[in-house]
């Protein structure tokens, strides 16, 4: 059995739409050389690091090597690809998003389903919970969101 750990934060933007778990909403979303969706960015270092495949980074740099705007459901498909997902079976994924700027849970349902599709899961596997930083420092002032994913992976 293999564990996977992984982070992002990304400030908050008024001219980017919200991007969660490749669910778009109608609210604003965050800057990012891609479409800034911490949770799938969180999810694919928890993949490469769960497989011993380096980072996300080491494959999507911030720079004009990664398509500017590229969608994160791209980027997942690559990672999935890399670290030969169909050979693996996906046992359990925990996550957590720390957030002031938006609820978490009005939107756990859309973002769980289409998680499940991405990653060919039930639902039953996946957990999202939401938290606040207590009003304090980026997170509390609304400039920053926080994604943390916990996952289990073993071999097919
Ligand atoms: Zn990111």
Redesign the pocket.
Known sequence: MLIGHGW???QHSKDEKLILGGVKFDEDG?T???D???L???LCDGLLGATGKKD?GYYFP?DDSTPKNIP?TEILSEVLNIIEYQNLKLINLDITIVTQKFNVQEKADKIQENLSNLLNVSKDMLNIKGKSSDDYGLIGDEKASLAIVSLLIEDA
Do not use: R
């Open positions: 992002d934060l990304h965050f990012g050389h891609s800034g969706d911490i799938l960015h969180a996300l911030s994160s």
